[in-house]
């Protein structure tokens, strides 16, 4: 893994005019990682990164993630998740849940060791609160959550990366079940005397309800909108595909 002096090194060199097998003469980095960095994509995050004190070239196999865990986390992370930089370059994540839903807890914390098994996942409750927030500190957040930016997450873009789609497009059950277990409801309505399932997404930011619609999908479960903030799951087949994979919060 290259250090953040290569990387500005590299990002001043380019500035200058040089040429990648300049750089690599200049520098001894290879010229494949000088080539991915002048690219666009990897230069720009590994800037950002930069900006907010990452120390990390981004170099990891993203591929090796298990997909099931990491849509999950991805997912409570985007309804109620948060990172920031604690000290000396390291990073942490909170995801904010419920008390009243220990299951989730414990699932939160089960899939956040198992995309970082050396890590601790721990869990703390507020006594002023009725919540519980699952920590846990790595260098490698804006990594594997390169989502963090300025300002609360309704007010800036959030898109996935490629390597984050592929593995939605894995688990796209275990990314819906996320995204409802931080910011989804299941209550029963009655419908003229009949108890209904519904299911509700509630979220300020454009961005990540159009995530949760477009995964619902390509899961060919159909919703509506019926507010400007709300997502809901009424029919019938579609609710009870819902309680196959996500059913009420425990
Ligand atoms: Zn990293």
């Known amino acids: 893994m290259r250090s953040l002096e290569d990387f500005q090194a590299v990002q001043e060199l ?47 196999d993203y591929a090796m993630l298990p997909s ?14 948060y990172i920031n930089r604690t000290h000396r370059g390291v990073w942490r994540l909170r995801i904010t ?21 050396n890590n601790r996942a721990g869990a703390w409750s507020p006594s002023s609160s009725r919540c519980v927030i699952i920590y846990m500190y ?13 300002g609360r997450k309704h007010e800036r873009r959030i898109a996935l990366h490629p390597w984050q789609e592929a593995h939605v497009a894995n688990a796209p059950h275990s990314f819906v079940r996320g995204l409802i277990h931080s910011d989804g409801c299941r209550t029963i309505a009655n419908d003229r005397g009949n108890p209904s399932v519904r299911y509700h997404f509630s979220n300020r ?14 899961l060919g479960i159909p919703w509506t909108r019926p507010s400007n903030r709300d997502i809901a799951i009424y ?16």
């Open 138 to 150: 790595s260098r490698h957040w804006p990594c594997y959550l390169p989502h963090h930016g300025v």
């Open 205 to 218: 930011s454009e961005d990540i309800k159009r995530l949760f619609c477009s995964t619902l999908d390509d």
């Open 14 to 60: 380019v500035a200058l005019g040089h040429s990648d097998s300049e750089i690599r003469r200049l520098t001894d980095i290879p010229r494949s990682t000088i080539r991915d960095w002048r690219a666009g994509l990897g230069a720009t995050s590994n800037r950002d990164r930069r900006d907010c004190g990452h120390n990390c070239s981004g170099d990891h």
């Open 235 to 250: 029919r019938k087949e579609a609710t009870a595909r819902l309680d196959e994979f996500v059913g009420p919060k425990k």
């Open 68 to 81: 099931i865990e990491y849509c999950y986390v991805l997912g409570m992370y985007l309804g109620d998740g």
């Open 97 to 117: 849940c419920d008390e009243r839903y220990p299951e989730i807890v414990s699932e939160c914390r089960s899939a956040l060791t198992a995309i970082m098994p």
